[in-house]
């Protein structure tokens, strides 16, 4: 089943912070996040196994709380480079990884 | 270390005809999923395949089929197109396809006229 992300599009000036959520309505074993730019493939950004972990790359970090089924992806001091659609994929054991719909991240100067 | 190679780049067919496209993993890597991605809806799970076995398979119909070689390559076919079908199709490779992380190619748009 696939996750629901929100919100679906979020605008942002250079240096502002934002959160991206992922729920699920199945119990899930892990959390994947990826970016897509425009035209190109999508690029893993961190996992998340069962067990509450936070995770962090540069100033992308992530949450994962498996008792409520979500995940929250944060981007702080956001750059240009940040610009993309971003999508989490959820596994639940024996299920494949399955992805939301995305939400377009668009950072402006 | 190479990426993940999906063949050919750009398809054009119009409907009824069947496509194949092909997709290189990693070297390595023995997961293969595939994907198709159209506007507003995200990156739609196809099937995945582990050591030339399908592991799991989306709901897409029947039109729809792949199968990986020994050498880990996959190939995805469809059958009597239809104009829907025109999307991305993306291919991830992985190690072993449980909580890894996903490579993907750079896809294969087809279009249906």
């Known amino acids: 089943q696939q996750p629901v992300q929100s919100p679906q599009a979020v605008i942002l000036r250079e240096g502002e912070d934002a959160v991206i959520n992922c729920s699920s309505s199945k119990a899930l074993y892990s959390v994947h996040w990826y970016r897509q730019k425009h035209g190109e493939a999508p690029v893993f950004l961190m996992i998340l196994l069962k067990g509450g972990e936070q995770k962090g790359h540069d100033k992308i970090s992530a949450s994962f709380n498996e008792k409520k089924q979500q995940s929250s992806l944060y981007l702080t001091a956001s750059q240009l480079s940040y610009s993309g659609t971003y999508f989490c994929g959820t596994e639940g054991g024996n299920t494949p990884l399955v992805f939301g719909k995305g939400t377009r991240l668009s950072v402006i100067a | 270390k190479a990426g993940v190679t999906q063949t050919p780049r750009y398809l054009i067919k119009t409907r009824g005809q069947q496509v194949t496209l092909s997709c290189s993993p990693i070297?390595?890597?023995?997961?293969v999923s595939w994907y198709q991605q159209t506007p507003g809806q995200g990156l739609q799970f196809l099937f995945e395949y582990f050591s030339e076995t399908q592991r799991n398979k989306g709901n897409f119909p029947g039109r729809f089929s792949g199968r990986q070689f020994s050498n880990s390559r996959s190939e995805m076919n469809v059958s009597t197109l239809e104009l829907g079908d025109s999307a991305l199709y993306l291919c991830a490779s992985s190690r072993t396809g449980d909580n890894q992380p996903q490579h993907f190619g750079d896809g294969t748009r087809l279009s249906i006229l």
């Open positions: 070297s390595g890597h023995r997961s």
